[in-house]
């Protein structure tokens, strides 16, 4: 007989071992209030609020700001992790020569856009102070007719607006550790941030300029101190790559390059060079300090892979997680990000006995290609010890390897593109930690 498809989910229908629940609870209304409400009242009591009358009920507000704030309350609450290159910073693979690196506090936050101003920031040289009036992109090379623009050209130029991650390929080089430390979720999966971009194609402006039989690759470069270059294959360019000019609807924030970067969709964020200055057509690889010397995957066997662009399929749980504990046992949702550098993510798994039984999560809608993808299911804790993993697969049959599958392939040499399943191991006392499982 099948199910009527109106009648509430059975809250006690399990759909894994340790108390997975079906994906499609939380949409009913009715069930899923119940539970939640159930939840909140165990954790905080019966306590009736706002009896009394509240200064905001009572007096007119304050004005306006030409530029908006968050709440005061969120601003302790909420930030980007700074390393300090005074600490001892073993948790964070980057440059530790300026102060200028920042990671998004995923555990914070919901929804896959990232804010600007949490936005992860990895930056070799420090954040230019650049005048828009005086900054331009020249595309020259192996080109019939070498074009130099501004802001403002670039802005009068057809422009696409998409929703991309940016990942750094040092995100969660962390986990390539012996052993586990009890980071927080921005110190190991902090290097990735979505966005809405809205910028010019490169394809758009290389066929304007006219580009010569025989072009391989074109040479990115920033107008930061060190002049960070990268080689990107020419095909890959005309593909997808973009002159982005704005940042979730306004102009970047320094940080992300202002006034414009490269966006190259999918491959390592270090291609995606920020106050872009130069974009060079050749045929060769320029073999630059950052596609030498760093940014390439040291094997087992001691020598290096080179251009080794594309991120793979990556999952994180971003709540619960070691920013909080669990108060009571009851209904909780576990939630977290899902991506691919190739297109979609096509499915997430989640399993609370430490991958033994995994069970599916629920995709929230539109999933957008080589962006994040946020993904729930909900989970009746019942007090016991549980294990809390995801398991992302993307469109292309690509499924996230477990931690030993990763290792068993890369060897313990490396420090680049780390994607392996991420545990979260949790306590009888609702106490949440980092583990290896
Ligand atoms: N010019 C320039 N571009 C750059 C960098 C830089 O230091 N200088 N850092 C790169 C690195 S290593 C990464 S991971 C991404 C990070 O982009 P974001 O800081 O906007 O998050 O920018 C890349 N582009
Ligand atoms: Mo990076």
């Known amino acids: 007989m099948s199910k009527n498809k109106n009648l509430p989910i059975d809250a006690t229908e399990h759909v894994a071992s340790g108390g997975l629940l079906n994906r499609r609870l939380f949409l009913n209304t009715a069930i899923a209030t119940t539970a939640a409400l159930a939840t909140t009242r165990a954790a905080y009591g019966q306590e009736v609020v706002g009896e009394g009358q509240e200064d905001w009920t009572l007096y007119p507000g304050s004005d306006a700001l030409e530029y908006g704030e968050r709440s005061r309350f969120e601003v302790e609450r909420v930030k980007k992790f700074v390393p300090k290159v005074t600490e001892a910073n073993e948790d964070y693979y980057a440059l530790r020569t300026t102060n200028a690196n ?5 555990q914070h936050l919901t929804g896959t856009i990232t804010p600007g101003g949490l936005h992860f920031s990895v930056t070799h040289h420090g954040i230019p102070d650049i005048d828009p009036d005086q900054h331009a992109v020249v595309i020259h090379g192996m080109v019939k007719q070498p074009i130099k623009l501004d802001i403002n050209a670039l802005e009068n130029c057809p422009t696409v607006t998409r929703e991309h991650f940016i990942e750094c390929s040092g995100n969660s080089g962390a986990l390539w550790s012996e052993t586990a430390r009890n980071i927080t979720l921005d ?3 902090g ?3 979505g966005s809405q971009w809205t910028g010019v194609l490169l394809s ?15 040479v990115a470069e920033g107008a930061d101190s060190g002049s960070l270059s990268r080689s990107i294959p020419f095909e890959k360019a005309m593909k997808d790559c973009m002159i982005a000019i704005a940042q979730n609807g306004e102009r970047l924030m320094p940080n992300q390059g ?3 970067r490269l966006l190259n969709p999918g491959y390592e ?3 995606s060079i920020k106050w872009l200055r130069s974009i060079y057509v050749t045929d060769r690889p320029v073999m630059s300090r950052f596609e030498t010397s760093r940014y390439t995957d040291r094997m087992p066997d001691g020598k290096s892979l080179q251009f080794s662009l594309e991120i793979d399929v990556k999952s994180m749980i971003t709540r619960p997680s070691n920013a909080m504990s669990l108060p009571k046992h009851g209904v909780y949702e576990i939630t977290g990000l899902a991506w691919s550098g190739r297109g979609k993510v096509s499915r997430v798994e989640v399993s609370v006995d430490g991958g033994t039984t995994w069970a599916d999560a629920a995709l929230e809608g539109p999933v957008h290609d080589i962006m994040l993808t946020r993904f729930r299911i909900p989970w009746m804790w019942d007090g016991g010890t549980a ?15 477990t931690r030993t599958e990763m290792i068993a392939r890369r060897g313990r040499n490396a420090s680049y593109h780390f994607h392996a399943i991420h545990s979260w191991g949790v306590a009888t006392n609702g106490e949440i930690t980092h583990v290896y499982a």
């Open 102 to 106: 920042s990671l998004t506090p995923h």
């Open 258 to 260: 202002y006034p414009f």
């Open 269 to 271: 964020g270090n291609t």
């Open 387 to 401: 294990i809390l993993q995801s398991r992302a697969t993307d469109e292309f049959g690509r499924v996230q390897p």
């Open 187 to 189: 110190r190991s999966h």
């Open 204 to 218: 758009t402006l290389l066929d304007e300029c006219g580009v010569s039989p025989g072009a391989k690759w074109i």
């Open 191 to 193: 290097l990735v941030s």
